[in-house]
């Protein structure tokens, strides 16, 4: 979903493996095929780092050592970084990414958190959390507002007839 919006609004965006192939198979035994692996982005200079959700991906991000390091560098320099669902504390309290920031994640993992965010979706300094799957649309638009304005994220939402409820 967050792919479609960015792409949708112009952003090149780039999907990378933490494994040592393209493909990447995801908890719900779908296989999807990155766009590269970390190993030969690991260098890129980008906007923003997105880690998904979910317990089998979160863990094996968090495990990627490559991919954790580009992540302190992201935070170190003030660029953008998000997370939902899992991914909050499987990969960013885990790796003390979160310790001076506010932060949301999926409710059971939030309890360790030093700073718990309010909302579905939390922005804190330069880094975007969200609780889980059910706020995806949320999330991609927050992240959309942070790298392009909120009126092409208003925009974005106008045009895809999202439930006036939805806010982010």
Do not use: W
Request: glycine letters at 6%.
């Amino acid at each position: 979903m967050l792919n479609f919006y960015l792409f949708f609004c112009g952003v090149h965006v780039t999907t990378a493996s933490v494994e040592k192939s393209e493909q990447v198979c995801l908890q719900s035994k779908n296989v999807v095929l990155a766009d590269t692996t970390i190993s030969k982005v690991r260098n890129n200079i980008y906007d923003v780092l997105v880690i998904p959700g979910g317990m089998k991906g979160s863990n094996t991000i968090s495990e990627c050592s490559e991919f954790i390091d580009m992540l302190k560098e992201q935070k170190a320099n003030n660029r953008l970084y998000a997370a939902i669902c899992a991914a909050p504390e499987t990969v960013l309290d885990r790796h003390s990414l979160i310790d001076d920031v506010e932060a949301v994640a999926y409710p059971s993992f939030e309890r360790n958190f030093k700073h718990i965010g309010k909302g579905r979706v939390c922005v804190s300094k330069n880094c975007i959390t969200s609780v889980g799957p059910g706020s995806a649309v949320e999330f991609g638009l927050k992240i959309v507002e942070h790298l392009l304005g909120r009126q092409v994220a208003l925009s974005l939402a106008s045009g895809f007839l999202l439930h006036p409820a939805v806010t982010f």
